[in-house]
């Protein structure tokens, strides 16, 4: 029994000798890893200082860009409402230019109407020279309301040049915009690499606690040993004692050997097995391996076909960047072509026009001949022939124009190009996968090898990796609850991060929509532009020339007009029947359609035929329109008419025998002007719509024919009872 016991303590001692030296060394790797830990652990947290920092001033800067887009914004948008207010202003400008433009006409064409009396010798008076001179003084402040328009011009211009730099800001715009974004990437890769870095701290400050527990049981442990090991040393004291029961130890530790014995084959097979398991692990890494060089081979073999269908594709690109280009040069020449045809088309309709006008008026004149003259045959043939080439000039055009289209047709292919572009960057992102396919093999083949290095040199560390894997699993649920409360903090940084880019989402909207803004009110100036250069151009055709150049020819049409009354207008005032002449009333021909519309200014315009000329009373009335101030002279002025038909007027004093219609003021007069080609004369009415005294009197006057201007006549026929007045 006594021997029994003393070989249970030595193997006891034994054991323990064998636990306090492990115990040790894993006490002293413990220390080492406990410092190693809390270097680790002040790198992490002066990490985790410095990325919060950043966070700061980034998150700061961000505010302060975010603040600056915003103040660029306001000012832009002040900047768009200045610019519509002179848009506006510019659109009034305008239309009180057509006005100007308007008078212009009628001035032009009372000119000519003038110069035509002139030219025949109808109206030589001293009174119409000075009207002359007075409308070419008025022809003259015309022109110095165009140079207005010139200023109109450039205003214009400039506003063009701030609707290029407002374009230029808005790019500025997009680029900080783009840098915004760029710069939260930027923000976002830093907080998932200081979320990172706060999840490795984080387990490695429970690694370092489990370490201190760990430590703290070690040293409990120690202690209990060393306690253990005097006890033990107390025993062996006694048991030297015993030499003698140590000999029947030794048999014991034959058998003990024995059992050793057995042990050490039990272990050669665990080791037999675990390097079949290894065979078999390499096996499947070679396996991997093969797996990986079949998957290399076969993205070598697409990388190559990628470039071979890249090179062909530049190929293409290049014939079908020529093929554009050529057919861009094709374009341009055919578009000068088009030009040139339509300009060719504008002047040959141009000319049908007036050769209908020319073949209607033969033909009248050709009716009138005929009972005087014999037809002319050749003039007809060649009238004939000249419509001929030109339907023949107008068919060839309208073959130009089909070829044209023809062209279009073909300049539709080079959407096979767009086609051919879309397959070349669908073939670059099939190559990019392939080669990040690559790379991930790559990656995965060393993990394997040095997978394969460790296994055959450390198969003792795997035992050991488990063991640790087994405590960490049972610290897991400790980190998942720390990693928890963790996450509850930063899901406040992410509603943060939303509500930025929530914020830049709304600045972006912003941003197109001031670019839509700048959009349209370019195309508004553009407009107004090509108003500006139209008016120009059409007042230069209509400005007058002092060296008796020709005006251009306007339509001459008869209209009705209802009158103001006569105590508006200027005294001694005559009914001078001019033929074929038109009445004008703010600016524009007034029909009998207009005459009723327009019934709200019966009482502020005026149109009479007064002694000096037409051209004064439609300035008086173009004046009266726009200053809404009557000049009044005299009040009891009549309307005087000559019996026989020609209107005189000796100073202020009616001769005896000439018919006097007496008008009350404040009631109108109608006027009414109707020719007749047929019989080349020309009715003038003038009626009084009262009920008290209708009184209403026509003209009629001969219209001159083509030849030698004859003698105006000139018969007014009385409709009413009409009292002379000696």
Request: hydrophobic letters at 30%.
């Amino acid at each position: 029994m006594v021997v029994d016991e003393q070989q249970r303590l030595t193997e006891q001692l034994k054991q323990q000798t064998a636990k306090f030296q492990e115990l040790s060394v894993t006490a002293s790797q413990a220390q080492e890893e406990l410092s190693s830990a809390n270097a680790r652990l002040q790198e992490e947290e002066q990490k985790v200082f410095r990325l919060e920092a950043e966070l700061h001033d980034h998150s700061g800067r961000f505010h302060q860009e975010q603040e600056t887009m915003t103040a660029k914004l306001t000012s832009e948008d002040a900047q768009n409402r200045q610019l519509r207010h002179k848009l506006s202003t510019l659109s009034r400008q305008l239309d009180d230019l057509e006005e100007t433009n308007k008078t212009l006409r009628r001035a032009e064409e009372e000119l000519q109407e003038l110069r035509d009396k002139i030219s025949r010798g109808e109206c030589g008076n001293s009174s119409l020279m000075s009207e002359l001179e007075e409308l070419r003084k008025r022809v003259l402040e015309m022109e110095g309301k165009d140079e207005e328009l010139i200023r109109m011009e450039d205003h214009c211009r400039d506003l063009n040049k701030k609707l290029e730099k407002e374009a230029t800001q808005s790019r500025s715009l997009k680029a900080e915009v783009d840098k915004l974004n760029h710069r939260i990437m930027d923000l976002e890769k830093l907080e998932d690499a200081f979320s990172k870095s706060k999840l490795e701290c984080n387990s490695l400050k429970s690694n370092l606690e489990k370490e201190r527990t760990v430590s703290q049981v070690l040293t409990s442990e120690l202690e209990v040993l060393k306690v253990r090991v005097k006890e033990l040393e107390d025993a062996e004291s006694q048991l030297g004692k015993t030499e003698l029961t140590l000999k029947e130890d030794l048999t014991k530790l034959k058998t003990l050997t024995v059992m050793l014995v057995d042990e050490r084959k039990a272990m050669a097979e665990k080791l037999k097995l675990m390097e079949t398991k290894v065979h078999n692990s390499t096996g499947k890494l070679q396996a991997e391996q093969d797996k990986v060089t079949s998957v290399t081979e076969k993205l070598i073999d697409e990388s190559k076909k990628a470039l071979r269908s890249k090179a062909e594709l530049q190929d293409k690109m290049c014939g079908a960047t020529k093929e554009r280009d050529d057919l861009k040069a094709k374009l341009s020449a055919e578009e000068e072509k088009s030009n040139d045809l339509e300009s060719t088309i504008n002047m040959m309709k141009k000319r049908l026009q007036s050769l209908e006008n020319i073949e209607r008026e033969y033909v009248r004149s050709r009716a009138k001949e005929d009972h005087t003259k014999p037809p002319t045959a050749n003039r007809f043939q060649q009238e004939e022939n000249k419509v001929k080439d030109l339907t023949q000039e107008v068919e060839r055009l309208r073959h130009k124009v089909k070829d044209m289209k023809v062209v279009e047709g073909d300049l539709l292919k080079t959407e096979e190009f767009e086609s051919l572009e879309k397959r070349f960057n669908s073939e670059q992102e099939k190559g990019k996968t392939l080669m990040e396919e690559l790379e991930i093999s790559r990656s995965e083949l060393s993990k394997y090898q040095l997978a394969e290095k460790k296994e055959c040199n450390q198969e003792h560390v795997l035992y050991k990796r488990l063991k640790d894997e087994e405590a960490k699993s049972s610290h897991l649920t400790r980190e998942v609850a720390a990693l928890k409360e963790k996450i509850h903090e930063y899901m406040g940084t992410e509603d943060s991060i939303c509500r930025m880019k929530t914020d830049h989402s709304t600045l972006q909207r912003k941003l197109t929509q001031q670019e839509v803004r700048n959009k349209e009110l370019a195309r508004e100036m553009e407009t107004l532009n090509r108003e500006l250069e139209r008016y120009r151009r059409f007042s230069k055709s209509l400005r007058p020339g002092m060296n008796g150049r020709r005006f251009s020819d306007l339509h001459v049409a008869t209209k009705e007009v209802q009158t103001e009354p006569q105590d508006l207008m200027s005294p001694n005032c005559t009914m001078t029947m001019a033929p074929l002449e038109r009445a004008v009333v703010n600016g524009k021909l007034y029909d009998e359609s207009e005459a009723e519309e327009n019934a709200n200014y019966s009482n502020e315009l005026q149109l009479t035929k007064c002694s000096p000329s037409l051209l004064n009373n439609v300035n008086n009335l173009n004046n009266l329109r726009r200053a809404r101030v009557p000049f009044v002279k005299n009040k009891d002025a009549s309307l005087q008419v000559n019996s026989k038909g020609q209107p005189r007027q000796n100073g202020n004093h009616v001769q005896p025998g000439d018919v006097v219609l007496t008008h009350s003021p404040g009631q109108p007069l109608h006027i009414k002007v109707t020719p007749d080609h047929g019989h080349n004369t020309a009715t003038l009415e003038i009626t009084s719509p009262t009920t008290e005294n209708t009184q209403s009197f026509t003209s009629t006057a001969v219209i001159p024919t083509s030849g030698g201007p004859p003698k105006q006549r000139i018969t007014i026929i009385q409709n009413a009872s009409i009292s002379p007045e000696r």
